[in-house]
């Protein structure tokens, strides 16, 4: 796979979503940051990984080159490129532009080394059958907080007529016909949404799915799929209706900004007491953490493609209780948690979506954070401030925890296992220190 130059790319050595060290050397940078400085100046967001993930595994869906513009270059992408590259595509991964070639498909088969360290790949699936009728697809196993499970991904696909098995750890169809069907998602699933609707577009007859995602995600996929020649109605609504059509055109689109990527820096620059404007990004996709912050006392002015946060001296505390989209995101929730650890007051944080989604909790308490946890509940009690101290990252949004903290933590702070944030977010460290904050990457 062609990575654009300076992008770091290592195809033989690979993190599983929670095993640490491997031979990546990329594997042992950590972060040191000496927190108390306000964060001043204007920062721009990047492309959105939740979003450019299953429009990535869409192009499977049509022979031909696809072009992705605006797909941020992280560990995740890379990822998915090389997943499909293992398909037999031919993928080129730049700072601005993507292009994926689909025409020769020589291989159904997602192998276990990739998909370990990355659950979207299981994206692939839908896609394979929809256009191949044949699949061989790693299961993903579990993540750093738990099992996550796939079973609405192959009750959905079963209900479309794939006769699915589960073979050495792998998802096999073979011969697959997808057809129309109606299904009924018992919980809101953003992956499996995705998963069925690139299966149907391309199904024999009409499919309704009702209790879908709402996420922009699956809002912009609908409408990138549409413009190819899928027919897809009831976009933003609870319930998809989906005509399957015989063929696509290929993709050519550009991908959404990233709302959480945005949000972690409101919540930085909330906790610092700073001054921020994040530019390319969407305000109306993040309503229910502005709101948030608005309550923990930040002046927040959206604009066109843009939002300006001023922080509060010392945030107030917030109770926080995530939902799937339009609600709370539970991808904030640690951020969120870390800006209620200098609150003043006592904050009330549940998770809804990910029951057990608190590995940040132990490393927060580490830098003098007061969290008790109850079930999906945390309490936190607002300490006046955080002391520096080496804390370890253990997922994406966890490490984004971690780094608020670490910014107004008095002394240094050291973030081993920063890959996990270099797979979700790009250049972070960079983007922080154009922002004022301390943050020197080292390897150790
Ligand atoms: C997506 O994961 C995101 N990942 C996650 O972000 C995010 O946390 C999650 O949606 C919720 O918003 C990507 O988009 C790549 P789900 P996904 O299916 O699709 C249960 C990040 O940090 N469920 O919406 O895997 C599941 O256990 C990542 O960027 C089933 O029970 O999440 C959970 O409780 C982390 N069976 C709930 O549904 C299934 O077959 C929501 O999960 C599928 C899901």
């Not at 031909?64 to 293992?86: A, C, F, S």
């Not at 939002?307 to 951020?335: E, L, S, W």
Request: charged residues 20%; aromatic residues 4%.
């Amino acid at each position: 796979m062609d990575v654009a130059p300076g992008i770091r790319h290592h195809p033989r050595t690979r993190p599983t979503e929670s095993s640490p060290e491997t031979q990546d050397p990329a594997i042992m940078d950590a972060f040191v940051i000496r927190g108390g400085k306000p964060l001043k100046g204007r920062v721009q967001i990047s492309g959105a990984k939740n979003a450019a993930l299953p429009v990535m595994a869409a192009t499977l869906l049509s022979p031909g080159v696809h072009t992705l513009r605006n797909v941020p270059v992280l560990r995740d992408t890379i990822t998915m490129g090389e997943v499909l590259q293992k398909l037999g595509a031919r993928v080129e991964l730049g700072p601005r532009l993507c292009k994926i070639d689909t025409t020769n498909i020589t291989s159904v088969e997602a192998p276990y080394d990739l998909v370990r360290t990355m659950r979207a790949s299981i994206y692939v699936l839908g896609p394979l059958l929809a256009r191949f009728g044949n699949a061989r697809v790693s299961l993903p196993g579990g993540c750093a907080w738990g099992p996550r499970p796939v079973n609405l991904h192959l009750e959905g696909l079963k209900a479309m007529g794939a006769a699915l098995e589960i073979e050495h750890g792998y998802i096999v169809g073979r011969e697959v016909k997808l057809k129309g069907t109606n299904f009924n998602f018992d919980v809101v699933s953003v992956g499996a949404t995705a998963q069925l609707m690139m299966a149907a577009v391309l199904a024999n007859g009409r499919t309704v799915l009702d209790n879908v995602a709402l996420e922009p995600d699956i809002t912009v996929l609908g409408e990138v799929l549409n413009r190819c020649g899928a027919n897809i109605s009831g976009l933003g609504t609870r319930r998809l209706v989906i005509e399957g059509v015989r063929e696509l055109q290929p993709i050519d689109t550009t991908i959404i900004p990233d709302r959480i990527e945005a949000q972690t820096f409101l919540a930085a620059a909330a906790v610092t007491g700073g001054s921020i404007t994040l530019e390319s990004c969407d305000p109306s996709d993040m309503l229910s953490a502005i709101q948030k912050l608005e309550e923990a006392g930040c002046q927040i002015l959206p604009g066109t493609n843009e939002v300006t946060i001023t922080g509060p001296r010392r945030p107030y505390a917030v109770d926080v209780t995530t939902a799937p989209f339009p609600g709370f995101p539970t991808d904030m929730q640690a951020q969120m948690m870390a800006l209620c650890s200098v609150a003043e007051g006592t904050s009330v944080i549940t998770d809804t979506i990910y029951l057990d989604r608190f590995t940040h909790v132990p490393e927060l308490a580490r830098l003098g954070a007061r969290i008790e946890l109850k079930g999906n509940t945390a309490v936190v009690k607002g300490v006046e401030r955080l002391s520096g101290a080496p804390v370890m990252a253990t997922d994406i949004r966890a490490s984004a925890a971690l780094v608020i903290a670490a910014l107004v933590a008095e002394g240094e702070t050291r973030i081993s296992r920063i890959y996990h944030l270099d797979r979700g977010y790009e250049g972070l460290d960079q983007k922080l220190v154009k922002l004022g904050a301390s943050v020197e990457r080292i390897r150790e």
